[in-house]
C-alpha cells in the first residue's frame, strides 16, 4: 500500500471538519516542527546550517512543542532539524504528538537512529523518515562525512526489525543517476522500507552551492526514472509525480506545510525566511499569500519542493478518473 488508509482517512476527516466549520480559506494539512538546528553533517542541499548558524544550540522545548501542535492543528507533524535526534526529548515530543492523535514523521539523517531507537516506541501512526540520497558512496559525498550511508542503512534495519514504520527522503542533483536511485530503492525494498519520497533540489535565498536543477531538467530526469521505477511505496501522491515529469500542472501551496522552530513560526514556507512570528494565527492571517510561489516570487522560480507542490494535490482533483487513480494509489503495493 501506497499510504495507510487509516493517515488517508485521518486526513479527509481533518479537511471535511475544517471546510464545514468555514474559517479560513488556508487548510495547512503539515506542521514542520524543527526541536533544534544542530546537525553533525554539512549536507551541500541544506541552507539550514548557513541560515541559523548562530543558533545551532536552541532547542524547542517539549512543552512548547507540545503547545505548537495543538496550534496548528495539522493532522500530520514532521518533527525535524537540524538533526532532530540530536535532541534530548525527542521521544516525548513524539510521544506527545501521537497521544493527540497525530502522524508523526521523525526526521532524521540516521546518524543516531540505531543508539536512541529503543528510547522510542512503535506505533502505526509514527514513522523515522531518514534522509538517504544515494546509494552509499554518493550518499556520503553529499553529506561530506563517510560511513553515514551505511549507519543509516542499519538504523533501518533495526528500526524494522523492532516494528517501527519507516521511510525514506531522496533529494535529486543535476549529477544524481537515475540507475543508482533505481538501484537505492531496490536495497531498501529488501529492507522493507515503508515508502519513499523524492523531491528536486533548488536554489532557495540560502542558497545550495551546487547541484540544484532547473524545471525542464526536473521534468527530464523524472520521465527517465519513471521508465525504470514505474512501482509502489510511493509516499508522494501520483499527481505530484506527474507534476514532476511535466505532465500534470499543480500551483504552489505555501501555507500547505507551516513551520516552527526555535524563533518561532517561519514565514512563509519551509524554505523561505521573510521572518518569524510569535503565533500561528500571525502566520496565516497576516502574511500575503498571494505573492509567493513560481510566478510571483523570483526566489519560487525552479521550486518544485514537495512541501509547497504535494498539499495543493488535495484540491486538484478534476474529475471522476481522478479520483479513481487516487484510489487505485492508495491500494497499491
Known amino acids: 500500500m501506497s499510504l495507510p488508509l487509516s493517515i488517508n482517512l485521518k486526513v479527509a476527516r481533518y479537511l471535511a471538519r475544517a471546510r464545514l466549520n468555514g474559517g479560513r480559506s488556508q487548510i495547512p494539512l503539515v506542521l514542520m516542527l524543527e526541536v533544534t538546528h544542530a546537525c553533525q553533517l554539512n549536507c551541500i542541499s541544506c541552507g539550514r546550517i548557513r541560515e541559523y548558524a548562530d543558533t545551532k544550540s536552541a532547542r524547542v522545548t517539549r512543552n512548547q512543542a507540545h503547545e505548537v501542535v495543538l496550534e496548528a492543528g495539522t493532522p500530520i507533524v514532521s518533527i525535524s532539524g537540524g538533526e532532530s535526534l540530536l535532541h534530548p526529548d525527542a521521544p516525548g515530543i513524539v510521544a506527545d504528538a501521537l497521544e493527540m492523535g497525530k502522524v508523526v514523521y521523525l526526521c532524521t539523517n540516521g546518524f543516531l537512529l540505531a543508539k536512541r531507537l529503543l528510547e522510542f516506541t512503535p506505533h502505526p501512526h509514527f514513522y523515522f523518515n531518514v534522509h538517504l540520497d544515494g546509494t552509499p558512496d554518493f550518499?556520503?559525498?553529499?553529506?561530506?562525512?563517510?560511513?553515514?550511508?551505511?549507519?543509516?542503512?542499519?538504523?533501518?534495519?533495526q528500526a524494522k526489525s523492532a516494528g517501527f514504520g519507516v521511510t525514506t527522503n531522496t533529494t535529486i542533483f543535476s549529477h544524481t543517476p537515475v540507475e543508482m536511485?533505481?538501484?537505492?530503492?531496490?536495497?531498501?525494498?529488501?529492507?522493507?522500507?515503508?515508502?519513499?519520497m523524492l523531491a528536486p533540489a533548488y536554489a532557495y535565498e540560502v542558497g545550495i552551492p551546487v547541484g540544484t536543477l532547473a524545471w525542464e531538467d526536473v521534468h527530464a530526469w523524472f520521465r527517465s526514472f519513471r521508465t525504470?521505477?514505474?512501482g509502489g511505496r510511493?509516499?508522494?501522491s501520483p499527481f505530484y509525480l506527474d507534476f514532476l515529469c511535466g505532465e500534470?500542472?499543480?500551483d504552489c501551496t505555501p501555507w500547505g506545510t507551516v513551520t516552527y522552530n526555535p524563533q518561532g513560526w517561519k514565514r512563509p514556507c519551509y524554505l523561505l525566511t521573510d521572518g518569524h512570528v510569535s503565533s500561528f494565527d500571525e502566520l496565516m492571517d497576516e502574511t500575503d499569500w498571494d505573492v509567493y510561489?513560481?510566478?510571483h516570487d523570483p526566489r519560487c522560480a525552479n521550486c518544485l519542493i514537495h512541501s509547497g507542490f504535494e498539499p495543493s494535490v488535495i484540491g486538484d482533483l478534476r474529475s471522476p478518473k481522478d479520483w479513481f487513480r487516487i484510489m487505485r494509489w492508495q491500494l497499491e503495493g
Open 139 to 157: 550518499h556520503d559525498d553529499v553529506v561530506q562525512l563517510p560511513g553515514v550511508a551505511e549507519r543509516a542503512l542499519e538504523g533501518i534495519r
Open 181 to 196: 536511485v533505481v538501484d537505492l530503492f531496490h536495497q531498501l525494498e529488501g529492507l522493507d522500507v515503508d515508502g519513499f
Open 228 to 230: 525504470f521505477w514505474p
Open 234 to 236: 510511493f509516499h508522494n
Open 248 to 250: 500534470r500542472e499543480l
Open 293 to 295: 510561489g513560481p510566478g
